[in-house]
T-cell receptor, first 117, second 113 residues
């Protein structure tokens, strides 16, 4: 079984600052995916960024980037130039890869990120 | 808008009752996943269907069941409801072969009184 740990229950930063959210995971799988999802007050789950374990290059999506350290089983999310609309719960998620595609996601408990004006 | 639809948005029912939640995946997606989000348990994977067949099971109670129909929509059936079943139930979909991204619907808020 896999576990995902997010050690920061809540973080608060000023608008335009850079913030890094931490995530560690534990698995015996060698082939897997990692994701960050955002859940704003509307409760909608929004995919922010993904990383394939076999890729060494860190994924980037506009202001969002990850630092993937496979040996350390660490997968942090960096948000640059933070905006008020980034205020949300952020969930780190793990999925093993198998013949039929991805399995169900294992989520961390989430980090509540607050962007202050 | 993810393209995944869920109905109803809200559901209030009494203990002991049975409800059915419906999900329509994005066009072209073959896999449907069900998740439960509660204050106690966080976000938990319940079950996955791929092209009509059960593919993987997570922490799904025996009182809960699901199915995926030929048109690929899915239903999650919850029976003998308890207060602790109150939660937000999400459906997600993915293409299910080499495309592994899961896109979530808006959820169904279930309140058991």
């Amino acid at each position: 079984a896999q576990t995902v740990t997010q050690s920061q229950p809540e973080m608060s930063v000023q608008e335009a600052e850079t913030v890094t959210l931490s995530c560690t995971y534990d698995t015996s799988e060698n082939n897997y995916y990692l994701f960050w999802y955002k859940q704003p007050p509307s409760r909608q789950m929004i995919l922010v960024i993904r990383q394939e374990a076999y890729k060494q290059q860190n994924a980037t999506e506009n202001r969002f980037s990850v630092n993937f350290q496979k040996a350390a089983k660490s997968f942090s999310l960096k948000i640059s130039d933070s905006q008020l609309g980034d205020t949300a719960m952020y969930f780190c998620a793990f999925s093993a890869r198998s013949g039929g595609g991805a399995d169900g996601l294992t989520f961390g408990k989430g980090t509540h990120l607050i962007i202050q004006p | 808008d993810s393209g995944v639809t869920q109905t109803p948005k809200h559901l209030i029912t009494a203990t002991g009752q049975r409800v059915s939640l419906r999900c329509s995946p994005r066009s072209g997606d073959l896999s449907v996943y069900w998740y439960q989000q509660s204050l106690d348990q966080g976000l938990q994977f319940l079950i996955q269907y791929y092209n009509g067949e059960e593919r993987a099971k997570g922490n799904i109670l025996e009182r809960f069941s699901a199915q995926q129909f030929p048109d690929l929509h899915s239903e999650l059936n919850l029976s003998s409801l308890e207060l602790g079943d109150s939660a937000l139930y999400f459906c997600a979909s993915s293409v299910g072969t080499m495309n592994y991204e899961q896109y979530f619907g808006p959820g169904t808020r279930l309140t058991v009184t």
